[in-house]
Structure formats: structure tokens, C-alpha cells
């Protein structure tokens, strides 16, 4: 056979098995199909914020202090799983939310997917809960959206958690990210990433330290895989990339004024800890912990430490923490 017949054959099969993606991948994940597969579904609501369907998990007492938990990008409050329970065994009251898009939230086109529309609405999300002022925790490009929220409605926001949080739009150099930024590529590449074991698996390697590759099971893959499973997951995942306009965090950080813990996974790959160290040169009521053997997921990789060091944070008045080295982690100086 001619190596251009092989071409034309190849890339016949090729397109065969785009349009069988694109025609069986199911519309949405329905809630009642799934929900017994999530972690912590029994404390599972829904809730109305400006015409989308926000899902968000409640725990603790809901007459202590808050703390609103937001995922990062194409994650969901999976990632909160350990972290929320323990911080309500120690006397606060947890929400951890499904940002619009993500998780099991609605995911309409309509929405634009940028971080400062995103910030708006659990903004929106904490007014139609009565929640005053909370304790924002923010992983990675949920720092984003957290720090955002500090900037732009500063009355919502008592302290600042930010863990790995992007900063920048420094991830957009990513080979696959700027693939995904061609119109018509995207599109036919995002549906085989986002629902992809293989590449989830691969990712996590990534995303996760040498010493907490053990997390990498088949129950993990399944729950981070489940909601990026159907077409709206796809579309939401694709038009947050292409409206990701993170600088302003690095170039407004010193507007925040709360007092702000700063914790990073030393070993992260995926957002630098140099990042880490600019936030707190630049944040002036903050504190900066390096977690060791970690990273770009602490609230998974080290849970427990994770929440003791947020637990001590919100107990104390003006978000100080002890200057105490203890095992497994560091106080970094601003430099």
C-alpha cells in the first residue's frame, strides 16, 4: 500500500473516532445517576445563583465560623474530601463549592468562565447562603478566583487561604493549553485529554509529589474523571482556558489587606513555588508555609497538616501560626 493511501486511511480512522466521541459522549452527568458514588453525598446540596445550579457540601456547625473551600481548575470539591471533615472536627463550619462549570454545578455556554465572573459568583453564592464574611480557602486556580473575591469584594472575605494558587497566566505555556487555545483543535482535542484515564493518570504524576503516588487509584480517577465526563464538562474546560486572565493577582496582591496564609507543596510542578514567595513579598499580613515531600495538591497530600495549620490560622485573631518547625514542614521568610 502507497504511504499516501496509509495517510489517507489513517487519518480516516482518526476522524471516525472523533465523530464517535463527539456523538456518544452523554450532554451532561445527572446527579440522580451518580450521587452514590460521591464522597460525603449526604451532605450535598443545591442552590440557585444567577440563573446556574451551584452544587456545594456542607459540614460542621453552621453557627461557627465559615470557611468557604474552592477548588482548582478542571477539579471539583473532590479535592476537599479529606480537608473539609477535619476542619468541622475542629469547630468550623465548612463549605466546599462546585465553581460554575466544575464538578456537579450546571455548566451553562452562556456563562464567559472568566476567574473575575467565577469570583462573582460565590460571591453571589455566600450572600444567597446569609453568609456575611468568611474564611476563603482557595487551591490553585481557586486561589485565583479567592484572591479575586479579596480584591474585588473585600467586605465577604475575614481571612485568606491560599494553597498553590495561581498567580499568573504562566500555565497557558503549557504545549497542550495552547493547542487547546486554536479554535476548531480545541474543540476536538479537549473531549479525548479531560475523559481520558490514561491521560488522567499521567497527569497525576504530574500534579502530585514522588511520595504521594500511592493516591494515584482507581477510586481517585473515578471521582476526578465522573463530572469531566460529558460534553458541557467538555465546553466549560475548554472556555475556562481560553478566558484565563490570571496576571492581575500577581500585579494586585499587595491591595490585599486580610490576613492571608500562604501554603505550598515544595515539589510542585505545576505552579512554581516561586510564585508562593511573591505572593508573601507582596501580601503584607501574610505567612508562608512550604510543605515538604508535597505537590501542587497539599489538601490531598497532606491533609491533616493542611487542616491544622488552616484550623490555627482562623482560631487566631490576627492569622498568626507558630513559628515552630515542625516535621514535614517550614516557615518561609520573606525574602
Known sequence: M???????????????????KM???????????VYELVPHSDRSNFINVEGARLHFQEFGDRTAPTLVLIHGYTASLFVWHKVAPLLADAGFHVIAVDLVGFGYSEKPRWFDYSIQSQARMVSRFMNRLGIGRATLVGSSYGGAVAATICLDYPEYVEKLVLIDAVIN?????HPILRLASIPGVGEVITPFLVDSR??????????????SRHLITQSRIANVRRPLSAADAHHSVLATSR???????EQDAHLINQPTLIIWGEEDQVVGINNGYK?????LHSRFVVLKNCGHVPAEEKSEMVAEL???FCRD???????RRAQGMRIAKPR
Open 2 to 20: 502507497k504511504k499516501s493511501n496509509i495517510a489517507i486511511a489513517f487519518a480516516g480512522g482518526v476522524a471516525v473516532g472523533v465523530g464517535v
Open 23 to 33: 456523538l456518544t459522549r452523554p450532554r451532561t452527568v445527572v446527579w440522580d445517576e
Open 169 to 173: 497566566d504562566e500555565v497557558l505555556r
Open 198 to 211: 490514561a491521560m488522567l493518570r499521567h497527569r497525576m504524576k504530574k500534579t502530585l509529589s514522588r511520595s
Open 243 to 249: 478566558a484565563w486572565d490570571a496576571n492581575r493577582i
Open 279 to 283: 505572593l508573601h513579598d507582596s501580601i
Open 310 to 312: 488552616v484550623a490555627e
Open 317 to 323: 485573631r490576627k492569622g498568626r501560626i507558630s513559628e
